[in-house]
């Protein structure tokens, strides 16, 4: 059984920077074609994708966060870190973890972490 | 970047009827489209991808079609828990994945 879940701060300060993992079970990111990816949503607005790291460690970023955010992996504790710099209350959103295959749909997913940013 | 478009908004649909949504690119995204559902407080649902193909455990009443830039996902005799907000992606041009704004699908 495949699952994915979140995990980090639900409140962090303007400017502070953000750190989630993603903590995964029921397969590897060390298989060939399998990806995670940060997604992120917030209140009431539409999804919108942050990063993708997938099994050979090649990563993907929007390019409107891409100064912002990092993704790694920890394949020996089937973990994913985002970290995202810069924190603004604009970046209040749940933020899921996805996998998916490379450029293909996010078939699992976490079940999300509300980040507030406020002061 | 690719733009997805989704109406209605809103769409009143009674229990037991039929609820066609609509999912416009603004390039062409040939079949590399995904559906999702999602539920208050809940992760998205991954319902369709390659415009057209159920994903595991998904009820038949659910069904998608289009290429290129116009897409519809369409639910048959609705039952109550599919009473949600629908969502389309498209994963033809990464990055970024993008999605749509969302379809609300409530009780008439």
């Known amino acids: 059984q495949v699952t994915l879940r979140e995990s980090g701060p639900a409140l962090v300060k303007p400017t502070q920077t953000l750190t989630l993992t993603c903590t995964f079970s029921g397969f590897s990111l060390s298989t060939s074609g399998l990806c995670v990816s940060w997604v992120r949503q917030p209140p009431g607005k539409a999804l919108e994708w942050l990063a993708m790291i997938d099994w050979d460690e090649d990563k993907y970023y929007n390019t409107f966060l891409k100064t912002r955010v990092t993704i790694s992996k920890d394949p020996s504790k089937n973990q994913v870190v985002l970290t995202m710099t810069n924190m603004d209350p604009v970046d209040t959103a749940t933020y899921y973890c996805?996998?998916?295959?490379?450029?293909?749909?996010?078939?699992?997913w976490g079940q999300g972490t509300m980040v507030t940013v406020s002061s | 970047e690719i733009v997805l478009t989704q109406s209605p908004a809103t769409l009143s649909v009674s229990p037991g009827e039929r609820a066609t949504l609509s999912c416009r690119a603004s390039q062409n995204v040939y079949t590399n489209l995904a559906w999702y559902q999602q539920k208050p407080g809940q992760a998205p649902r991954l319902l369709i991808y390659?415009?057209?193909t159920r994903a595991t455990g998904i009820p038949a009443r659910f069904s998608g079609s289009g290429s290129g830039t116009e897409f519809t996902l369409t639910i048959n005799s609705l039952q109550s828990e599919d009473f949600a907000v629908y969502s389309c992606q498209q994963y033809n041009d990464w990055p970024p994945s993008t999605f749509g704004p969302g379809t609300k699908v409530d009780i008439k």
């Open positions: 390659a415009a057209s």
């Open positions: 996805a996998r998916s295959g490379r450029f293909y749909a996010f078939d699992k």
